[in-house]
């Protein structure tokens, strides 16, 4: 809904402006208490009350875990992902040992989400972690480097039959599964005005919804890596030999482009953008002509490698697009 104001001039250097009523009777707004006023990228003002603006959400729900355990785990992981830092989990008639099983699932696949209280049929799990634990950029960070080790691997397993890697791979891919989620959680922290844009190094608001894109590519790819990894097993000698080159090419690409996400784009970069993107379909050609990889299992994960890379870049034109956007609304 939008209110439009007249703005009063107090002894000269003060500017007052009424709030909507219907406003500050749902936030509980009474005399004396404080509001909050962020001044946005835009220029724009974001007011909430200083009450209630540092508070979390907190989620009680109920879930009958033996009704249907995947959509209990993933009912609980959406309540992390959007940002609630309590879930309280009741078990009601189900057998004690699928609540178990359902709370040690989802601590394992979550960044910061621990049990500080159980009972007889429920259990109360909290998010200890934080933008101050663990900033987005950090954990953008963690999850590109063992993007990039786990492509090594993959290499390393090729070229040495150790396929003892394999499962490090595999186990890797878990912990970015983690990261993901809770760079999910952040940006919607964001979103919700629990955190500051700046505090998890974005630009403004406007940035969440590339970003949290940026991310699920982030993720997708690491799983494409994982099962080239898993797929090595089954391969013959020489089809290994053909997967090495690309995978060492697309190594090679994920490297430059992850260090534009994470240095963020500058003007300068956006020639280099262009010939990235030509280098990869260039690349995603060459597979596809390639007599020697259409009897191989997988090659197809090399092409959504290289496709998600391209979406990355994509996004990032976009977000330097959106900045001059901001920046010419705010002159």
Known sequence: MRYRRRVQVVGG????????KEWAKGTGLKHGSEVIIEVMPDLTLRVYSGDKGGERLELETELEVGDDFELSVATLIASYVV???KLIVTCRECLLDMLEALIKRVTEITI??????????????????????????EALNTLTKLTIKSLEDVENVVKTGNLDQVNEVLDRDSLIDKLYLYGLRQLNEVLLGM????????????????????LRSLERIADHVAVIARNTKKLRPEDLVVILKYVALLRHKYDEVVKHIL???????LSKFGALIRELRGIEAE??????????SGVENLLRISAYLRD???????MHAL???LAETAS
Do not use: F, H, Q
């Not at 049990?115 to 900033?135: F, M, P």
């Not at 597979?287 to 259409?294: E, G, Q, R």
């Not at 990355?312 to 976009?318: G, S, V």
């Open 13 to 20: 250097s003060t500017y007052v402006v009424s709030l909507p």
């Open 83 to 85: 940002g609630y830092r």
């Open 112 to 137: 910061g989400l621990e049990v500080i209280e159980k009972g007889e049929r429920y259990v109360v799990l909290r998010c200890l972690a934080d933008v101050s634990t663990l900033s987005l950029t």
């Open 195 to 214: 955190t500051n844009y700046t505090s998890v190094g974005l630009s403004s608001v406007a940035e969440v919804t590339y970003w949290a894109m940026i």
């Open 263 to 269: 240095l963020k784009p500058r003007i300068e970069d």
């Open 287 to 296: 597979i596809s002509k390639d007599p020697a990889t259409l009897s191989i």
């Open 312 to 318: 990355i870049i994509e996004l990032l034109i976009d």
């Open 323 to 325: 900045k001059e956007l």
